[in-house]
């Protein structure tokens, strides 16, 4: 009988062989490793963070160190046993400490780096896989990872329903109070309309009326009532031949809707025939919406979008709120919360911490997209006293983008460029009390070198405090066999 060699026992063989060299040099550095897990903060119930060695030399031990757990492991690709790790975390520390050999058969030893166990975190993600080429939208899926292990899973996929002759795009995936018995998801063209789980029921509706521009786009959940807000986007992408920045999207006209679930039926918020605005976020009470805005007053007609292309350096949305009364439905005046334009910059993606104290943004150079600019950086907002700063310990030189707090808001996960300028991946910082983040760490895989061999990129990542129950083929089945349910228009109230 054949016996087969699995992963779990060589990894066990590797552990178990290895060695702490008796006598070593020092290196007066930490270990250059991938991804960059040095000195982190994680979660106390994150899967191993696997990295690789990126240090010349013919042999390498690590070892790590937590209370009176200790795992050895050789070679370079660096993978540590799940129930040994489970061990390692309860210490609250753990101590990495690489040694390499070089040529000559010496052993150097680095200086060692940490990993503190803080909160934990909610133990379910979700987010987009998408190609990196805008043209091969095909083949995008929504998908949700176990934090606490490496199983990945598709929630819905694009070739699960299109055809041939008819595509599907899927996009802004949204859930109400970190919970998938109440989500949602837009699919667009064949077989399109919002995707609602109600209560753990299918619905399929469309938002699209004669008084609205289109089907509703980046949603927030109401997190007290039923209703949920969105914008409403007539969206142009434009690529560019000489520009460092690639791909340039705008939308021409844009409004904010609330969609009232209950009765199907669409209200326009804000509709401003000169004001773009976009990303509604509402607050953890629910009284007040956040949304970004630019006024734009240029012309009308076929040659608006050209006009706009070429004036988009110009395009700073700043920040508004509107107060709102959930139980009668109506909304105060809008106030401007920050005037990014007078900075030369455009403020976009707002999301407020579940306790209500702080907002975290994007801010770039303009537009309302900035996933595809050279830069884009976090500023975040002191809600208390109005106060901000550039969040320098999230930052990088390439382009962050989407961004989401943990339900207990102790964690942000982010997307972001840093690791090659090109393709978008997801990183996870936590918060302290004092309003400080941690230095960011890349999503663990299984193999350390997955990240750098995945040619797409994620996309609006999201927290779940649990799976979606609903499988892939029952979104497949339901979609494909059901029309969409024209929502009703109705003026918002007060007026």
């Not at 920045?245 to 509709?271: F, G, P, R, T």
Request: include cysteine.
């Amino acid at each position: 009988m054949k016996h087969l060699i699995t992963i779990a026992a060589i990894l066990g063989i590797m552990v178990s062989c290895a060695k702490v060299p008796a006598s070593t040099g020092t290196v007066d550095a930490e270990p250059s490793i991938f991804p960059d897990y040095t000195d982190v903060v994680i979660p106390s119930n994150i899967a191993p963070l696997n990295f690789r060695i990126e240090e010349k030399a013919e042999k390498y031990i690590t070892v790590f160190t937590g209370g009176s757990q200790k795992i050895i492991v050789k070679g370079d690709k660096v993978v540590i046993p799940p129930k040994k790790w489970e061990k390692l975390k309860k210490s609250g520390l753990i101590v990495i400490q690489v040694y390499a050999m070089d040529q000559s058969g010496s052993w150097r030893s680095f200086i060692p780096f940490t990993y503190s166990v803080s909160d934990e975190i909610d133990p379910y993600i979700s987010y987009r896989i998408i190609p990196v080429a805008v043209e091969s939208y095909q083949e995008l899926s929504i998908r949700e990872r176990n934090l606490t292990s490496f199983k990945e899973d598709i929630i819905f996929s694009n070739t699960m329903v299109q055809t041939n002759e008819n595509g599907t795009c899927i996009n802004c995936h949204y859930y109400k109070n970190y919970t998938t018995d109440n989500m949602l998801f837009h699919v667009r063209q064949y077989k399109g309309g919002t995707v609602l789980v109600l209560d753990g029921k299918l619905h399929k509706v469309n938002m699209k009326t004669d008084s609205t521009l289109s089907a509703g786009v980046y949603p927030a959940w109401h997190p007290t009532h039923d209703y949920i807000a969105l914008s409403n986007n007539r969206t142009h992408q434009s690529v560019h031949s000489v520009s460092h920045d690639k791909l340039e999207v705008l939308d021409d006209i844009s409004d904010l809707i609330l969609y009232d679930i209950k009765n199907n039926a669409v209200s326009i918020i804000e509709n401003d025939s000169c004001e773009l605005e976009n990303y509604p976020a509402w607050t953890p009470d629910g009284k007040k919406l956040y949304y970004v805005s630019y006024k734009y007053e240029g012309g009308y007609g076929e040659k608006r979008k050209n006009e706009m292309f070429l004036a988009r350096k110009d395009f700073h949305f700043n920040l508004y709120s509107k107060s709102f009364d959930p139980d009668t439905r109506t909304w105060g005046p809008t106030k401007m919360e920050f005037d990014a334009a007078a900075l030369d910059s455009s403020i976009t993606w707002p999301r407020i911490s579940p306790n209500g104290k702080r907002l975290l943004a994007c801010i770039s150079t303009h537009g309302v997209f900035p996933l595809d600019q050279i830069v884009s950086d976090f500023i975040m907002f002191n809600l208390e006293d109005g106060s901000y700063r550039h969040v320098d310990e999230l930052n990088s030189p390439f382009a962050e983008s989407y961004h989401c707090w943990s339900s207990n808001g102790k964690w942000v996960m982010f997307s972001t460029r840093r690791e090659d300028g090109v393709h978008t991946r997801l990183y996870f910082s936590h918060i302290d009390g004092n309003g400080h983040f941690s230095k960011p760490f890349a999503l663990p895989q299984r193999d350390p070198d997955y990240s750098r061999e995945f040619l797409y990129a994620y996309n609006i990542p999201e927290f779940m405090k649990e799976p979606v129950h609903i499988t892939p083929r029952q979104f497949a089945s339901f979609i494909s066999s059901s029309d969409a349910t024209p929502s009703e228009y109705e003026s918002k109230r007060g007026e």
